[in-house]
């Protein structure tokens, strides 16, 4: 179980908090830290894309 989340999981996690400093959310309200978020995984997703080679 462990192995598996941190297959899936724990990088997203770990590269959102580290590599993009996502330590605290700047905006204040649910919705707005749910855009927030959702901003942050498009963002994670996008270069994702790009390292597998859907750049073009």
């Not at 990088?11 to 927030?36: A, C, E, I, M, S």
């Amino acid at each position: 179980m462990i192995a598996a989340r941190f297959a899936t999981v724990e990088p997203v996690f770990g590269n959102l908090r580290h590599n993009k400093r996502l330590t605290r959310f700047t905006l204040r309200g649910r919705t707005k830290v749910d855009g927030q978020w959702k901003l942050y995984c498009l963002v994670h997703n996008i270069e994702k894309l790009g390292h597998h080679g859907y750049a073009n």
